[in-house]
Each structure stands twice: as structure tokens, then as C-alpha cells.
């Protein structure tokens, strides 16, 4: 009798690119499956409880990817699209946006390589020395989160728009706080 094998066998080792204009689509279901609506419940990055309506359709996304002086990075498995974020060229310093891990891979490790991987682009394309971002201030746990990979908060934040698009504000007051971390040595 042979020796059984795993069935399961190992998923692809991930994978990173740019994304092109065929991509949108994929993206925006994505992001709004990670961020909105029942699906989000199952990560931790859900703001269900916070905002209603779509985070973003495939023609926004679609004009991130084509703008000027930005891009979306992608982190596939395989063929599969399991993660992205929004990287924008600025004078003082790179910006990081609408970062996602499908919900149901979330807590693997796969934003922490996404965003080193994303760090490490802007560094060596762009020659950028410093990455900032926006996070809702009530989510101390996704602060908490991106703190552990060294952003600090800057004592800066700004009103969350009555409207962004189709989302909408469930709660009143949402701030966002602006993080940093130096990319430099």
C-alpha cells in the first residue's frame, strides 16, 4: 500500500503586479467585499457598522489605475486577485488607499506582504522616503494593526464627507486620521 498524500495540496505562492484596466471589475468587487454588505463580516476590516453603500465601482477604480502619477498593486495567488491597494505619487510622500485581503483569507499574513511589497514599489519606482494614509479614527484596531507595521499617527485627522459616492455614514462624527511611516534606511 502506497502512502497517502495530502489532498489539500499547498494554494500558490502569492504573487504582485500592477493592475491593468481589464482588472477594475475584479478590484471593485473586491473592495467592496472586504470593506461593505454581509460579505465583509466574514474579515476584520468591515465597516458595515459604519458606512452604507458601495465603497467604489469598476469606473473609479478603473480611473486609479489609468491617473496620473498612481496605480493599484495587486497581490495575486495564482489567478486569483486576493488582495490590493492603491498607491499615489504626492510631492512630500507616497499615499496608500483602499487596502484589501479577500475576507475570507484575512489574518493569513497577506495585507502584511501586500503592504511591504507596496512599501518596497514606491521606494525603489518612485524614490519615495515616507508612506501616509487615512483611517476612519474609530477603527482603533486597524490603527492598531498598521501601528505594529510602523506607522504613527500624526496628530492630524479630517471630517469623513457627508457623501462619498454611494457611501453614507451610519454613524455620526467619523474622522479620519491621518498615519505615517518614514520608508527611508
Request: aromatic share 6%.
Amino acid at each position: 500500500m502506497s502512502p497517502t498524500r495530502d489532498s489539500n495540496p499547498a494554494p500558490p505562492p502569492l504573487s504582485f503586479r500592477k493592475a491593468r484596466a481589464e482588472d477594475a471589475e475584479r478590484i471593485a468587487h473586491l473592495v467592496n467585499s472586504a470593506y461593505r454588505g454581509d460579505s465583509s463580516r466574514a474579515g476584520w476590516t468591515t465597516e458595515a457598522e459604519l458606512i452604507d453603500g458601495a465603497r467604489t465601482n469598476p469606473q473609479e477604480i478603473l480611473g486609479l489605475i489609468e491617473g496620473e502619477g498612481s496605480l493599484i498593486l495587486l497581490c495575486l495567488r495564482g489567478d486569483d486577485i486576493v488582495g490590493s491597494v492603491y498607491l499615489q505619487r504626492r510631492a512630500a510622500a507616497a499615499y496608500l488607499g483602499l487596502l484589501v485581503v479577500n475576507p475570507q483569507l484575512q489574518g493569513a499574513g497577506i495585507g502584511k506582504q501586500l503592504m511591504a511589497a507596496a512599501e518596497t514599489l514606491v521606494r525603489t519606482e518612485w524614490g519615495s522616503t515616507k508612506m501616509t494614509m487615512t483611517v476612519i479614527s474609530v477603527r482603533q484596531e486597524l490603527i492598531a494593526f498598521y501601528e505594529r507595521r510602523g506607522y504613527r499617527r500624526i496628530g492630524e485627522s479630517h471630517p469623513f464627507p457627508a457623501s462619498i459616492g454611494a457611501s453614507i455614514p451610519k454613524v455620526p462624527g467619523l474622522q479620519f486620521e491621518v498615519l505615517e511611516k518614514s520608508l527611508a534606511g
